[in-house]
């Protein structure tokens, strides 16, 4: 199994237990209409927790697809459901949204429209290039794979390293000076899960099922890496 994820950060300050206040009950609906076609969608955050300085819950979101059968194109309503977590790190608060980048950075703005009333106060965490490296030396034996980005040389975008043996090469270095790690897959020592880190705080595990685990990965692992 495969668990993905993506961090942010609250660019301006706010507290846990107002964050559980204003997500707390929180409800939208929406008829839809198309065709002989009628559907209510309902936004809402559900099995809301406060706990300390760690607010957690799920974000339940409606959408309509449009589905092909035998000659017609049926809207048909589905539901994605995403676990959330806002947690304190030092002074800054960050969320994880435990879901694919794409969809991930939808939720972010929507409970950046729910706590804020507007985008853009919800931001990307971000690890630097540096940062990075550094957690790769610390879990390089077991380095997989590793995207570099921002490349110097003429006409190279980007240049990528597979395979088990990178720690016994020179080309990581060599790489390094040509541009910035984006992107790192390696075991991490201390839980010995397979991870994928990019430098917008996308965070995938390779071998996990539990979204609790991951949550509790994400948060004693990568948090002290973001900016």
Do not use: C
């Amino acid at each position: 199994m495969v668990v993905a994820g993506k961090i942010f950060k609250l660019s301006e300050p706010l507290s846990t237990p107002d964050i559980a206040s204003k997500l707390e009950g929180y409800r939208a609906e929406e008829d839809y209409e198309e065709g002989d076609y009628k559907f209510t969608l309902v936004t809402e955050v559900v099995g809301l927790l406060s706990r300390g300085s760690m607010v957690k819950g799920v974000y339940s979101h409606d959408y309509v697809t449009q589905v092909f059968h035998r000659g017609k194109v049926i809207p048909t309503p589905r539901t994605v459901e995403a676990v959330f977590s806002f947690a304190q790190h030092g002074e800054t608060t960050l969320l994880t949204i435990v879901e694919k980048k794409r969809l991930a950075n939808f939720i972010a703005n929507k409970l950046s429209e729910v706590l804020f009333e507007k985008m853009g106060i919800i931001v990307e965490a971000r690890i630097s290039p540096e940062t990075l490296k550094e957690f790769h030396l610390k879990n390089r034996e077991d380095t997989k794979i590793a995207f570099f980005d921002n490349v110097d040389i003429p006409n190279v975008n980007k240049l990528s390293l597979y395979g088990p043996d990178l720690i016994n090469t020179s080309l990581f270095e060599d790489y390094g000076k040509h541009g910035d790690l984006w992107y790192v897959v390696a075991r991490s020592k201390g839980y010995g899960y397979v991870v994928g880190i990019t430098r917008d705080a996308s965070v995938t595990i390779f071998n996990m099922a539990e979204k609790e685990k991951y949550l509790e990965y994400v948060t004693k692992e990568v948090y002290p890496l973001t900016s």
